[in-house]
């Protein structure tokens, strides 16, 4: 198949799920046993050298809403590189910069803008700006724990810019590690609501700005 991961790209844990159907071989009945296995995946467009081979689907149109004026000013005064394209959201820790599916296959405005919040909020974690040890760790405890404090930072920032924190798909995935996280440590949601409100502050700083 060939091909390559890029550098910095994380994968999604997906779950296959079935039954193995045995013999016994002195009574001759059946029985079903359960199994899982777990697979880290990517995208197409995670992968170098495929060649075309699995190009990206064109995105489907579900976004009826149109861009805010206002949050479009306000997130262009991040000092950030900003990439368009392809099916999924995320910051690339080593390039330093983020990617943004377009905004049409959003689900709404707010989806768009909660998103751009989160992904920003890990963008400010980057060690040449806050150099939060949550981001630049390789443990999956602590990429699950920044997880944490970009959704806590986006909830901050709109709530002061006027944008809505929906519910996102990969909540889910990470609710057991938010959960072990605080059962080990009854100090580690206010360690993360801390460092949230340290990148929210960083980023309103040039959001909120009217002078530069």
């Given at each position: ?46 992968i170098e050298g ?24 306000m997130f262009g ?62 443990s999956r405890a ?71």
């Amino acid at each position: 198949m060939g091909g390559n991961v890029k550098k910095g790209s994380k994968g999604t844990t997906v779950v296959y799920a079935n039954k193995l159907v045995v013999k016994d071989a002195e009574t001759d009945d059946e029985r079903a046993i359960p199994f899982l296995k777990r697979y880290t995946v990517f995208n197409a467009d995670q992968i170098e050298g495929l060649d075309g081979k699995y190009p990206v689907p064109a995105p489907i149109i579900v976004n009826p809403e149109t861009r805010d004026v206002e949050l479009e000013v306000m997130f262009g005064r991040i000092d950030a590189t900003v990439r368009v394209g392809g099916s999924q959201a995320f910051y690339h820790t080593r390039d330093d910069y983020i990617q943004m599916p377009p905004f049409k296959v959003f689900h709404s405005a707010d989806d768009y803008y909660a998103t751009l919040a989160h992904e920003a909020v890990h963008l400010a974690g980057h060690e040449s700006r806050l150099n939060r040890k949550t981001l630049i760790s390789t443990s999956r405890a602590d990429y699950a724990r920044d997880e944490l404090v970009a959704e806590l930072g986006a909830c901050f920032i709109g709530a002061i810019v006027g944008f809505k924190v929906e519910e996102r798909e990969d909540h889910a995935a990470y609710l057991e590690h938010w959960l072990t996280a605080l059962r080990n440590d009854k100090r580690a949601i206010f360690e993360a609501a801390r460092e949230a409100q340290n990148a929210a502050d960083y980023l309103l700083a040039m959001m909120l700005d009217q002078g530069g």
